[in-house]
């Protein structure tokens, strides 16, 4: 079954203590991104990958970091979290361009709470 | 930079009956595509409905259509004969070929029985 999947999807912890919030897609798509959801402002991109070795800022990178080894997977890592990182995140992958043909797959999204 | 406006917060409508979301957008680009996503409680995103920018006529999906209006920046969402199933959150979304999307904040849609 082609799918994203994101591992935890729920994470309670602790101001400051490094985590890594996992993104993987089984269908051999180029573009990868992390997008977060809070109430009221929709969704904003953090980070996104064109291709392997190859990420740029979103809107929202403070506080983000991303890396992409592999094709399949593309981890988000938060170095130090604060509690205005709380919030719902959702990776998501695509073949690029985007076209009438492709959209963008999103994971089930991972809800974190930064105490 | 490119923006999304989705000035309705929350919708409400009656089991059965039709209601209509709205959605303008700022861009500069002339060819792009529009797309309504719903976000159920499951907070999975589905992809509802997808408008090429070149292409005049309106998409419909079943009981879901728009209303592009490109002169405008105007891209709103008809569902018709409403189903409880419908109720979510609702977002519009504006997308380059780049991959680059932006999304508006979203309209929760209450059903009725």
């Known amino acids: 079954e082609a799918q994203v999947t994101q591992n935890p999807r729920y994470l309670i912890t602790v101001t400051g203590k490094k985590l890594t919030v996992t993104c993987s897609q089984n269908m051999n798509h180029e573009y990868m991104s992390w997008y977060r959801q809070d109430p009221g402002l929709g969704l904003r991109q953090i980070y996104y990958?064109?291709?392997?070795?190859?990420?740029d800022k979103g809107d929202v990178p403070e506080g983000y970091k991303v890396s992409r080894k592999e094709k399949r997977n593309f981890p988000l890592i938060l170095e130090s979290p604060s509690p205005n990182q709380t919030s719902l995140y959702f990776c998501?992958?695509?073949?690029?361009?985007?076209?009438?043909?492709?959209?963008?797959?999103f994971g089930p999204g991972t809800r974190l709470t930064v105490l | 930079a490119q923006t999304v406006t989705q000035s309705q917060p929350e919708m409400s409508v009656q089991e059965a009956e039709t209601v209509t979301l709205s959605c303008t957008y700022d861009t500069s680009e002339s060819d792009y595509y529009l797309f309504w996503y719903k976000q159920p409680p499951s907070r999975q995103m589905i992809l509802v409905i997808r408008?090429?920018?070149?292409?005049?006529q309106n998409a419909t999906e079943n009981r879901f259509s728009v209303n592009f209006q490109k002169a405008a920046k105007s891209f709103s969402l008809k569902i018709s004969d409403s189903q409880l199933g419908d109720a979510a959150m609702y977002f519009c979304a504006y997308g380059k070929y780049n991959n680059d999307m932006r999304f508006g904040a979203g309209t929760r849609l209450t059903v009725k029985p």
């Open positions: 990958s064109m291709n392997v070795e190859v990420t």
């Open positions: 998501a992958s695509s073949f690029v361009p985007l076209s009438s043909y492709n959209e963008q797959f």
């Open positions: 408008q090429e920018a070149y292409k005049q």
